[in-house]
């Protein structure tokens, strides 16, 4: 029994290699000026006495990179309302002409040394204009808004809808009852463990770049639409990395001013940013004001659903922004519920704000929270037990196709509410209420049964590689990049399950200056359902390649050899040669490269939770928490414990205490973790997790993907929880995040009312 993962060892002794922890021959650093407001004209630069510093190198502005570096690509697959196209205004490596954000870069100082180059940017002067910032989105889309920018004229960058609008509106037209809620979905930051940091440097005509990734061949393509060299021209180089969650899966600014730099002096440079960088110019999340409504026949079926969102994309189109709020959403647009006729129309607006991109769920959690929150407000209204409106609403024939397009393949909705219902003692929840009301302490319930998409990722194809190497090592490269997932455990217990080699005669190697592949970054909870699928089938392929040299070995017909448990025998026979020594014997004869692609899953399952509520201080405590999930067929369930664990925590963190914010002239008052509170340990107690596996036929390990379930599934039974709670107080509304200090204002306003 695997007691641990491959990487642990590694990272518990300290032996992993960061970005931070790479160094180039003869490197220089660098530090970026940002800008200090949130919208400005560039009236003048003047880096001269920058320039004139001790072991200052160079200077650069946007001005010296504007004609060498094209914009960073975002694009959308899909139209608008009436046709509509995205508009995409473009965003430079720095600053040009205007400033849109606080903490846009302005310019890049390079020096002999970080403290020379951080010293010389005091030096810099800059003349600004200010102008108007607009810091939310429906502030942004009001006649008159001062534009973000000239080319998006009322800052809206996409208007888009999708689903049946005239067969909902004849549902809501016909229903017995309907019912409306809106909700706000706060925005976040990413706050990754490690800060990034990148070497970058031009070496033989190739542009080398080591940072944080979640997958070497996206950054790759789109550093290429940049810089405007073929991919082949590109390295992304990474080892360790110390989180994702979706804000590391696009490249940044910096990332291409730093190469430019590179190559124009002929000198590697090292950039190690900092935690206050992260907090203002890394991509931020969610920020979605969705209103929803219901309609339904006397019985409570749903005859129909609508809903209209706004998001806050920013100051720039981060590349996967616009599809995560529009595609990223839709796609489970009804949830679990078997629904005639939805609709969603979603406005994506610009604003003086760092970019906004995915985040853990990429759209999923967005649509979950709207939906899910709904469907309780709409149990509370109907007087109805929440359980039983869902179950009576339930999809159960498959394969079904939403009104948005998308068709799920496989699920068992009732076995899954079934299970955590027994779980979470649903019908004990009155006794539980009563003494905490005894203790003084408001309690609450709420749940969720969500579904999300996962899994279908950008590229054409996947690409892995398998290379044995001295000792019967095998050496297995994938596109997908492992930062805290465990893959480097998982894809070897999928390939020492067809291979019968030892667990640890596996390496794993996903970014080099080495070796070049082609495929989807770790994104979606893709990489078990999509490149394990890929590696199963590769490994498969390299039994069957092993046959003919077997044959060879052993001086039979093919035909008479079998591979069982690690070893090629003739059939009937004792004679046999293992794998690894038929490896070692014909160098280069066993290795293989191979490609395919799986496409989307939908994992699905229910969460309840139950909180307390002091009402003296507002604290908040998480009492029992339940979910149940299906992620189809698990490999390594200790690993989907900790994903689901992980998810859970990052969506009571945006329930309970995290929130960026903005003032009104755009500077960030949240830009430390003095002000951003994270998730702690201990956070999510009475934790049951629970597997309702319903094995899908779209790949060959019959998985569905698990990063995201633990968030998608957590943000609105947690809110749906505090709501409940709240609700006997008099509180007939409340949006997170559930701080102390909001939900204590929140109960004196509804006592004072009382009174």
């Known amino acids: 029994m695997l007691k641990g993962r491959l990487e ?14 790479w160094n180039l021959p003869g490197q220089a650093y660098g530090h970026f000026l940002r800008s200090d407001r949130a919208h400005a004209e560039i009236v003048s630069l003047d880096a001269a006495a920058a320039l004139a510093a001790p072991g200052v190198v160079a200077v650069f502005t946007g001005e010296d990179l504007k004609s060498a570096l094209k914009s960073l690509p975002c694009a959308l697959p899909v139209k608008g309302r009436g046709g509509m196209e995205l508009l995409n205004p473009g965003r430079p490596a720095l600053a040009q002409g205007r400033v849109r954000f606080t903490g846009e870069p302005v310019a890049l100082i390079v020096a002999d040394s970080a403290a020379a180059a951080a010293d010389a940017a005091e030096l810099v002067s800059i003349e600004y204009r200010d102008l108007p910032a607009v810091v939310t989105a429906a502030e942004a889309i009001r006649d008159g808004a001062q ?96 989180g994702g969650f979706g804000v590391r899966f696009n490249i940044y600014p910096e990332y291409y001013a730093a190469l430019f730099a590179a190559k124009n002096l002929g000198r590697p440079g090292k950039w190690p940013g900092t935690r206050s960088e992260v907090f ?41 922004g616009p599809f995560i709020n529009t595609i990223g959403i839709v796609n489970c647009l009804s949830g679990v519920y078997d629904v005639p006729a939805s609709y969603a129309r979603i406005r994506l607006a610009m604003t003086n704000t760092a970019p906004m991109a995915a985040y853990r769920g990429a759209g999923r959690p967005v649509m979950s929270y709207a939906l899910e929150r709904l469907v309780e407000h709409a149990a509370h ?86 290379r044995w190497g001295d000792e019967g090592i095998l050496t297995l490269y994938a596109p997908t990049h492992n930062h805290g997932q465990g893959h480097e455990t998982t894809f070897a217990q999928i390939v020492c399950g067809v291979l019968g080699i030892p667990l640890e005669s596996i390496r794993l190697r996903t970014a080099g200056p080495d070796f070049y592949l082609t495929g989807n970054a770790t994104g979606g909870s893709r990489s078990l359902l999509a490149v394990g699928g890929v590696i199963l089938l590769g490994a498969q392929e390299l039994v069957k390649k092993g046959l003919a040299v077997a044959a060879e070995e052993l001086e039979a017909a093919q035909a008479d050899i079998e591979f069982a448990k690690g070893e090629y025998r003739i059939k009937g026979t004792d004679r046999r040669i293992s794998i690894v020594e038929l490896a070692k014997r014909n160098r280069g004869a066993l290795d293989l490269a191979y490609q395919n692609k799986f496409g989307a899953c939908f994992p699905n399952g229910c969460h309840i939770a139950e909180v307390e509520i002091a009402p003296e201080t507002g604290e908040a405590r998480i009492v029992s928490y339940v979910a149940c999930d299906d992620a189809g067929n698990i490999v390594n369930h200790q690993i989907v414990e900790g994903q689901v664990h992980g998810g859970i ?26 002000d951003y509170a994270m998730p702690r340990p201990g956070d999510v107690a009475g934790l049951k997790l629970l597997e309702h596996p319903v094995p899908t036929k779209l790949n060959p390990l019959g998985a569905k993907g698990v990063g995201e379930a633990g968030v998608t599934g957590s943000l609105p039974a947690l809110m749906n929880a505090v709501v409940d709670a709240l609700r006997p107080a008099g509180v007939a509304h409340f949006e997170m995040p559930a701080t102390p200090r909001r939900l204590w204002e929140a109960l004196r306003a509804a006592h004072r009312r009382a009174a």
């Not at 129909?304 to 969102?309: E, K, P, S, T």
């Not at 699920?411 to 203790?439: H, I």
């Open 649 to 674: 925590a990052q969506g009571a963190g945006q329930v309970f205490t995290e929130v960026a914010v903005y003032d009104e002239s755009g500077q960030l008052l949240t830009g430390s973790f003095m």
């Open 147 to 242: 534009r973000v920018h000239d080319a998006v004229p009322g800052n809206l960058v996409m208007d888009y809808e999708s689903g049946d609008d005239a067969g909902s509106k004849a549902a809501f037209a016909g229903a017995a009852k309907t019912i409306e809620l809106e909700v706000e979905i706060s925005r976040v930051v990413g706050d990754p463990l490690e800060p990034r940091a990148f070497p970058a440097a031009f070496v033989n005509d190739q542009y080398h770049l080591y940072t944080c990734t979640q997958g070497a061949a996206i950054m790759r393509n789109q550093l290429s639409a940049v810089l405007g060299v073929p991919p082949e021209q590109i390295r992304v180089i990474a080892e360790e990395v110390g």
């Open 381 to 466: 209204e109907l007087k109805m037990d929440p359980a039983e409106l869902r179950r009576r609403n339930f999809i159960r024939r498959f394969p079904y196709r939403i009104a948005a397009g998308f068709e799920y393949d496989s699920g068992d909705f009732d076995g899954v509410l079934d299970k955590a219902l027994a779980a979470a003692d649903w019908k004990g929840f009155a006794a539980r209420k009563e003494e905490s009301e005894r203790r003084g302490r408001l309690r609450g319930r709420g749940m969720s049964t969500y579904i999300e998409a996962t899994g279908a990722g950008f590229a054409p194809q996947d690409q892995i590689e398998m």
């Open 8 to 21: 642990d060892d590694r990272m518990l002794t300290g032996r992993g290699k960061y970005v931070s922890d």
């Open 280 to 320: 203002l110019a890394d991509e931020q999340a969610r920020d979605v004001r969705a209103r929803g409504a219901l309609a339904l026949d006397a019985q409570g079926k749903i005859l129909g659903m609508r809903f209209d969102m706004l998001a806050n994309l920013g100051a720039y189109l981060a590349p996967t």
